[in-house]
């Protein structure tokens, strides 16, 4: 009979093949009409003031429980993507976002459109974690980070397309139709998904393990491996102990709480220089004197940083690794962000600023994409991650006012204080706590963490560690 160790073993032996680039393209189109929806706001918002149909108090409590809604989503499908499937909470929370996304389109006032921001922002909050959480599941040890940034790529790539068709609908056409776009997105690759199956380790970790056999030996096909073959070479791995179900407090006991303090580290640090930065850059431009034209100029070069960044943790994702990365360019973001407020030069400030914004997507790939989804054993993997996101999500709620403060009290060089105080406490608890997962199996991670014993007092998934990666 097999366990979660050897199905892993036979997922992580397989080659790359077009099963695994369909699997992230059904994964990426869903979040990506998630993270379109995010970034439409604007647009809207904007559009729906001039009309007269909103103010900026609504303005403001539309943003706040976008907010809101993504980190209850966080925490929900942690919980429900770790009880009942990954399968189930993908096609759940994105059928409540497009569900929600096409009452929004026909709302008859502010206040409908937002109740129903609200319930788009639990689909958007849920499908970040259930999306990076799935796709690790899937994609063999090799090629994991990798993955991942290639995701996170696709998803970012979103903000040109939802600001392209903003100017281009809205004007011509109403806001509306911003909404009805994400939600039919939406509403057709959740069609699509249908066909996409469990994840075979999570079904392992719940003692299905003639479903997840039946899943692993579809994938091998497609991938033109013999099944018996690769039942025969996993069966030579180590045994590791059935785990439990696992409960959210055992992400609190002392074996995981490292990881659960690492992953909620990342997450938060990244949410709290992403938005101290990113959203608030051309609003610092204007306050020193650049005008409107010219801030939203230099900020577009200086966002040009992003996809490079995207592209420079692809390459090093499998060579600097997820940890080391982090710590890496969080010191290089750190020291750019240093350096920022002494920049006279519109070249220096276009520099600096694409170098952290640049820094800042590595930061993204390497962290909310690939590594807090592979901190955490399959049992809590989902909780695990929706922990350390609505965690982040809670910072995020905050942040602006902390920036609005510190920019009023003590000006840029407040706010690069902020931020570059954020990345060295992140660099120093992931360079400390953190464990590095480049090329490893996911079981090979999780046993590092666990106090399974066999018969004869020795740790079994100890020493299943090395044993289980390809």
């Not at 706590?433 to 020795?458: F, M, N, W, Y």
Request: aromatic share 12%.
């Amino acid at each position: 009979m097999q366990n979660e160790a050897t199905i892993g073993y036979r997922l992580d032996s397989l080659p790359l093949s077009g099963y695994h680039w369909r699997l992230l393209g059904l994964i990426a189109a869903g979040m990506y009409f998630d993270s379109f929806d995010i970034y439409i706001a604007g647009t809207v918002l904007a559009a729906m003031i001039h009309s007269g149909e909103s103010t900026l108090k609504l303005n403001a409590m539309f943003v706040s429980v976008t907010f809101v809604g993504m980190m209850s989503g966080a925490w929900l499908s942690g919980v429900l993507g770790d009880r009942f499937g990954r399968r189930f909470c993908y096609q759940f929370n994105l059928g409540i976002y497009g569900f929600a996304s096409i009452a929004a389109a026909l709302a008859p006032s502010m206040y409908w459109l937002i109740f129903f921001r609200l319930v788009m922002g639990i689909g958007m909050g849920a499908e970040i974690v259930v999306g990076y959480g799935t796709l690790s599941e899937f994609i063999p040890a090799a090629w994991r980070g990798r993955f991942g940034t290639i995701l996170n790529l696709i998803i970012n790539t979103s903000l040109f397309l939802s600001t392209f068709l903003g100017w281009l609908i809205v004007p011509h056409y109403g806001w509306r139709w911003m909404f009805a776009i994400a939600g039919c997105g939406a509403l057709f690759v959740w069609f699509l998904r249908k066909s996409m199956p469990e994840s075979p380790r999570w079904l392992a970790s719940r003692n299905r393990t003639d479903e997840a056999d039946q899943v692993v030996s579809t994938i091998e096909k497609a991938c033109g491996v013999d099944s018996a073959t690769a039942i025969a070479a996993a069966a030579q791995q180590p045994r590791r102990a059935a785990p439990g179900n696992g409960r959210l407090g055992d992400l609190f006991t002392r074996r995981l709480l490292t990881r659960t303090i690492t992953g909620i580290t990342v997450l938060v640090a990244l949410f709290i220089v992403n938005y101290a930065f990113v959203s608030w850059i051309p609003t610092f431009l204007v306050k020193q004197g650049h005008s409107v034209s010219n801030s939203l100029g230099l900020t577009s070069v200086m966002f040009a940083g992003g996809p490079v960044g995207s592209l420079i943790a692809f390459v090093l994702a499998e060579r600097v690794g997820r940890k080391w990365g982090i710590v890496l360019f969080s010191l290089i973001c750190a020291a750019f962000g240093a350096a920022y407020p002494f920049a006279q030069s519109e070249v220096m400030i276009t520099a600096l600023g694409f170098a952290i914004t640049c820094c800042i997507y590595v930061l993204s790939s390497f962290s909310v994409a690939t590594y807090v989804p592979e901190l955490f054993p399959t049992e809590l993997r989902l909780r695990g991650s929706g922990v350390s996101n609505t965690a982040g999500r809670a910072v995020s709620i905050a942040v602006p006012y902390v920036v609005a403060w510190a920019f009023t009290g003590f000006g840029i060089a407040g706010v690069l204080t902020l931020i570059v105080g954020t990345l060295l406490v992140q660099a120093l608890i992931v360079g400390v706590l953190g464990t590095e997962t480049r090329k490893r199996s996911l079981e090979s991670i999780a046993a590092e963490v666990s106090d399974t014993t066999d018969a004869s007092g020795q740790s079994v998934n100890a020493r299943a560690a090395s044993a289980t990666e390809p």
